[in-house]
């Protein structure tokens, strides 16, 4: 059974720090691109950083470069995410996604979500 458990959310002030995981299970995770997707009240889902699987080469959306830092334990099955120098913006669902795509097709899993509040 595929699993993907965020933790690591809460309220924090803004310009402060927090550092989301991410453990997987269920699937070959070293084979998997992964992924953080926000989503806020009334907005559509938003990537904000993917890591590739071998290469482990990452990309950020412009809104987070410089901020925020995703990273990969392949040993732990597991993803994080450091967010730092938070912002009232930044307030969402942060979801953690598994994807792989090969000649036979889409594999695509989600995580539940950890909700992040940026508030003084």
């Known amino acids: 059974q595929v699993q993907l458990v965020e933790a690591g959310g809460g309220l924090v002030q803004p310009g402060g720090s927090l550092r989301l995981s991410c453990a997987a299970s269920g699937f070959t995770f070293s084979m998997y691109a992964m992924s953080w997707y926000r989503q806020a009240p009334g907005k559509e889902r938003e990537l904000d950083a993917r890591?590739?699987?071998?290469?482990?080469?990452?990309t950020y959306a412009d809104s987070v470069k410089g901020r925020f830092t995703i990273s990969r334990d392949n040993a732990k099955n597991t993803v994080y995410l450091q967010m730092n120098s938070l912002k009232s913006e930044d307030t969402a669902v942060y979801l953690c996604n598994a994807l792989r795509l090969s000649k036979l097709g889409r594999d695509d899993y989600w995580g539940q979500g950890t909700q992040v509040t940026v508030s003084s």
């Open positions: 890591i590739t699987s071998v290469a482990g080469s990452t």
